[in-house]
């Protein structure tokens, strides 16, 4: 059996990010009994807190244990939460430490579901290795952790006993790919089938929302930035960035990449690639006007940008999301 824990951090936990994976691995273990197989998860709810009250009380789950109690774990599931960071990480230091303690000394797993990857960063597990969570936190959660591989456009990643997921309701995806690693891919088949999970997701791009990058103190690139997304259908560059605003080229680069995480050609194509994606959603203009009104002229580049950003072509993503 594979002793699993899904534990409840302190904060404001989403309680999906709880409920969903106890519900789907006894699941997978109810189909196993049915076919005829041992059941492989025995799971237990560890909770951090006297109360387990999530979402402002509206929801209360009852914790097996608290996880200091607990007893040795094979695979610890954390959950993420639906705030900013700064108060889950400052709140939940002992789980994070105690987290650091079962990889080491107990040689548990540690799983983390959408933001629950910073707890598992916080403990320092995750330099040099792979990891993601929701597209939203990325600028985020590269500043507070240099040092980890994030992979922010995967829905799953598995590295040495960490796992983690994407975001939101995306966690689902790493809890079939644990359901086929310590069963195998019919389970988890069936269980993508039952609750109507797409399986072989494996990409967060399309679901990307680009926001401007504002969370730094460098006036004279939010300066630029500002620009960039009043006039990003001209004719921009570099070169006549740098002179409007008084930056030598390799000056306005350097700035700009550490203030947003993106250098000055990759902001504007996000920008114009959002303009776009919310042109193909709301509005029945062909995808020729879309290139053009998006500050592209050559249609072979505008497709090449815009799948570098949300992984679909112009057509799909318009056949997935548009309004009309």
């Known amino acids: 059996?594979?002793?699993?824990?899904?534990?409840?951090?302190?904060?404001?936990?989403?309680?999906?990010?709880?409920?969903?994976?106890?519900?789907?691995?006894?699941?997978?273990?109810?189909?196993?009994?049915?076919?005829?197989?041992?059941?492989?998860?025995?799971?237990?709810i560890l909770g951090s807190d006297e109360t387990t009250a999530l979402y402002n009380g509206?929801?209360?789950?009852?914790?097996?244990?608290?996880?200091?109690?607990?007893?040795?774990?094979d695979l610890i599931v954390i959950p993420g939460f639906i705030c900013d960071m700064e108060e889950p990480l400052a709140v939940n230091r002992e789980l994070v430490e105690w987290l650091k303690v079962q990889y080491l000394e107990r040689e548990t797993e540690l799983a983390s579901l959408c933001t629950g990857a910073f707890l598992v960063a916080a403990t320092g597990l995750a330099n040099g290795r792979n990891c993601t969570t929701h597209w939203a936190f990325e600028a985020a959660f590269r500043a507070r952790f240099p040092k980890v591989n994030l992979l922010a456009e995967n829905?799953?990643?598995?590295?040495?006993?960490?796992?983690?997921?994407?975001?939101?309701?995306?966690?689902l995806n790493l809890i079939l790919y644990l359901v086929e690693k310590f069963c195998e891919r019919e389970t988890a088949n069936w269980l993508s089938k039952v609750f109507q999970i797409d399986i072989d997701r494996s990409s967060q791009k399309p679901f990307a929302i680009f926001n401007q990058q504002r969370s730094h103190i460098d006036d004279p690139v939010t300066g630029?930035?500002?620009?960039?997304?009043?006039?990003?259908?001209?004719?921009?560059?570099?070169?006549?960035?740098?002179?409007?605003?008084?930056?030598?080229?390799?000056?306005?680069?350097?700035?700009?990449?550490?203030?947003?995480?993106?250098?000055?050609?990759?902001?504007?194509?996000?920008?114009?690639?959002?303009?776009?994606?919310?042109?193909?959603?709301?509005?029945?203009?062909?995808?020729?006007?879309?290139?053009?009104?998006?500050?592209?002229?050559?249609?072979?580049?505008?497709?090449?940008?815009?799948?570098?950003?949300?992984?679909?072509?112009?057509?799909?993503y318009r056949n997935r999301y548009g309004r009309f």
Do not use: C, W
């Open 224 to 316: 630029v930035q500002e620009y960039i997304e009043t006039h990003f259908r001209e004719e921009l560059s570099v070169q006549r960035l740098a002179e409007r605003f008084a930056f030598s080229r390799r000056n306005l680069i350097r700035r700009f990449k550490e203030a947003t995480g993106n250098t000055p050609i990759e902001y504007i194509q996000r920008v114009r690639i959002e303009s776009a994606k919310r042109m193909l959603e709301t509005t029945r203009k062909s995808v020729e006007e879309i290139i053009y009104e998006s500050g592209y002229n050559d249609g072979k580049t505008f497709r090449a940008v815009f799948r570098k950003y949300t992984g679909l072509s112009p057509s799909i």
């Open 1 to 44: 059996m594979i002793k699993t824990g899904i534990v409840i951090p302190k904060g404001a936990v989403m309680p999906s990010a709880v409920i969903s994976p106890y519900f789907l691995l006894l699941e997978a273990n109810k189909y196993l009994a049915e076919t005829g197989r041992e059941p492989v998860f025995e799971v237990m």
């Open 58 to 73: 509206i929801f209360t789950v009852r914790a097996h244990t608290h996880y200091a109690d607990s007893p040795r774990q």
């Open 155 to 171: 829905i799953v990643t598995d590295d040495n006993g960490l796992y983690a997921s994407a975001g939101a309701y995306s966690s």
